[in-house]
């Protein structure tokens, strides 16, 4: 039958119009579909790509999931067992399993257990509210947190390598992590995790100095990680690390957006906070045995205002608070636009004598380590039921050595002009005349600024 027996031709057209449009619809959209397969598979194909360049992170297959470490230890979360914290950036939603090579050679597969971040399945599984923390883009979902797995280990065995998988453990162990086992440190040791070095924003004489004075308020160890930073910059570090008094750990961002860095103009954000804060994890598994943890910048200094050591000030504050978890400090800015007080050293802390007054910005901690589970650039999470404090301006002052901060409205606060780092003036000259002669880095050295 004449599919249009109709009285004019007008409706008859339309149908076939109809027909033409919808074959040509079906046709656009499997078109779509087959350039998006192409597209996804031509980006699956790129990430493995790069992902095969990667130098100090596992990528698991398949997955927005890239391993930085596995950190070893016999009581947190769980005692006498043996318990791998694995840090890492994660993009997924998965709940992995942990394949463990044990040192008897044998395989494990066994549940992780999210310790830090978040994960929707996890959540939901549990019966939680899933709250993402936005810092205000609608792409959160793509982004590559920072999360820390627990792996764990029972019946006093030990373990060589572990990684995350969503199907069957690889048998390559390129494919693994090896696992650290901290070393033993002093007792009441005091350590500074210090996030990343990412080169050209550092001035090698001034991060002497920021070395030298640490050690000078009695710091025994600082865990940086090292971002391609230049060859002046990695002299700095080879004369602390020789001297045991550095860990310095390789760090590259993994994942896309690729091509990515932490300067101002290669950042991007959000990822930015991601890529800032995975180091911070890492040091607070890594140094766990210390029992101080302090969190400052290469560009950072507290001073106590009376002149002692830092591990004397903390213990002065716990007889105060004898429920501290932490203590938080006020920042003094010492502005370099403003130029010189005392022009006649050469040591960068005592030229720049004049600060803002103390700000509620830019605030640090010290924290103990048996007292905190995790930590972030600006805040900790006590274990209960210790708290923290923030300690008088009076008492002590975090200086904060920098250019004018961008979202300040005025550069000229009133100033005030502070001495206390003079206090070191011997002893730190001392010292930096050793270090300038050891790398061959000295003001003299280097262009001025
Ligand atoms: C430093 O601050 C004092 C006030 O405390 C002021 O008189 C002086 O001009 C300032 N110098 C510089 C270089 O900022």
New binding site residues.
């Given amino acids: 039958m004449w599919p249009c027996a109709d009285h004019s031709g007008t409706p008859c057209l339309q149908r076939q119009r109809t027909k033409t449009v919808a074959i040509a619809a079906v046709a656009l959209s499997v078109c779509f579909l087959v350039f998006q397969f192409v597209m996804q598979h031509k980006l699956d194909s790129y990430r493995d790509v790069m992902n095969s360049k990667l130098r100090f992170f596992k990528a698991v297959p398949g997955e927005d999931t890239y391993l930085y470490s596995a950190i070893a230890n016999f009581h947190d979360p769980e005692e006498g067992k043996l318990n791998i914290i694995i840090t890492a950036f994660d993009g997924s939603d998965i709940n992995y399993e942990c394949c463990v090579h044990l040192d008897d050679k044998t395989l494990l597969r066994t549940p992780s257990k999210l310790v830090y971040g978040e994960n929707r399945a996890t959540a939901k599984r549990l019966g939680q509210r899933f709250s993402e923390r936005i810092h205000g883009k609608p792409d959160e979902n793509k982004l590559k947190k920072e999360k820390q797995y627990h792996c764990g280990v029972s019946g006093n065995l030990r373990a060589s390598h572990v990684t995350l998988t969503s199907s069957s453990c690889p048998s390559n162990t390129q494919d693994y992590l090896p696992i650290v086992y901290p070393k033993t440190v002093p007792a009441d040791g005091l350590a500074i995790c210090a996030k990343v070095a990412f080169g050209t924003e550092l001035d090698p004489n001034v991060l002497m100095e920021w070395f030298e004075v640490q050690r000078l308020l009695g710091v025994d160890h600082i865990q940086l990680m090292d971002l391609d930073n230049p060859e002046p910059i990695q002299k700095v570090f080879r004369y602390y690390s020789d001297m045991d008094f550095l860990e310095l750990l390789p760090y590259e961002l993994p994942g896309p957006p690729y091509g990515r860095g932490l300067h101002e103009s290669t950042r991007v954000f959000n990822q930015f906070f991601h890529d800032e804060s995975l180091p911070i994890l890492d040091c607070r598994r890594r140094l766990a045995d210390y029992t101080y943890i302090m969190g400052v910048d290469m560009d950072e200094v507290l001073i106590p205002a009376k002149n002692q050591d830092l591990k004397t000030f903390i213990k002065e504050q716990l007889q105060s608070h004898p429920n501290a978890a932490g203590f938080f400090f006020w920042t003094q800015f010492f502005l370099y636009e ?4 005392n022009q006649d050293s050469d040591v960068t802390m005592f030229r720049y ?2 600060s803002t007054q103390p700000r509620w910005e830019c605030y640090k901690y010290i924290y103990l380590t048996q007292r905190v589970k995790h930590a972030t650039t600006h805040t900790i999470t006590p274990v209960s039921p210790y708290r923290q404090y923030t300690v008088p301006k009076e008492e002590a002052i975090l200086h904060h050595y920098r250019q004018c901060p961008k979202g300040w409205k005025t550069c000229n606060p009133p ?3 502070d001495r206390s780092i003079l206090r070191f003036k011997d002893t730190l000259e001392g010292r930096l005349q050793k270090a300038r002669e050891a790398t061959g880095i000295s003001p003299q050295s280097l262009p001025k600024n």
């Fill in positions: 403003w130029g010189p007080v004598l004049n100033r005030i002009t």
